[in-house]
């Protein structure tokens, strides 16, 4: 009985943590693109817009304001995946898991420069992925915390009469 009250409360928890997460899926293969929407929108992820090219991704981007981003390396268009993920505003603070066939080093590391939340390797299962996404989740909640403490430890700073802001 108590490892069903528990697994009901991890299961509020997570539920509290997908819903109203907006996704967005940067993805050229049109099945692949299908699949990742079904699946999320299966676990109560809300699926705010697919993109098969960088260009695409980055206008959809800065309308919607997702909440995680799914970026494909190897797109169409003019940049790449990784390419696309550098050119995404700085302030919007948007954690971006790599979904890839591809994981040779000189990949790895420019997706590396990136920072990203998490690098799928392709094929992988729905667990995995939903796995890799909610763990993406908190730790962009805690990034978030953070950033809100260190605005509030410069504020208090320079309310003290011998900081010099």
Do not use: W
């Not at 099945?31 to 960088?54: F, S, W």
């Amino acid at each position: 009985m108590e490892s069903l009250t528990q697994s009901l409360v991890q299961t509020s928890s997570d539920m509290s943590l997908i819903t109203g997460t907006r996704v967005i899926i940067v993805e050229d293969e049109a099945v692949v693109a299908l699949h990742i929407r079904q699946e999320l929108t299966k676990l109560g992820y809300t699926v705010a817009g697919t993109a098969t090219a960088g260009e695409q991704a980055l206008k959809m981007i800065e309308e919607v304001f997702p909440d995680i981003i799914l970026m494909d390396i190897h797109i169409q268009g003019a940049i790449d995946g990784i390419e696309t993920a550098s050119r995404i505003p700085r302030y919007l603070h948007v954690p971006i898991i790599f979904l890839t066939a591809y994981s040779e080093d000189v990949t790895l590391k420019r997706a590396g420069e990136t920072h990203p939340y998490g690098y799928l390797i392709k094929p992988f299962l729905d667990r995995e992925l939903h796995a890799t996404i909610k763990m993406a989740l908190m730790r962009s909640r805690a990034d978030e915390a953070i950033r809100e403490n260190e605005a509030l430890l410069f504020r208090a700073l320079c309310t003290t009469p011998i900081a010099e802001c």
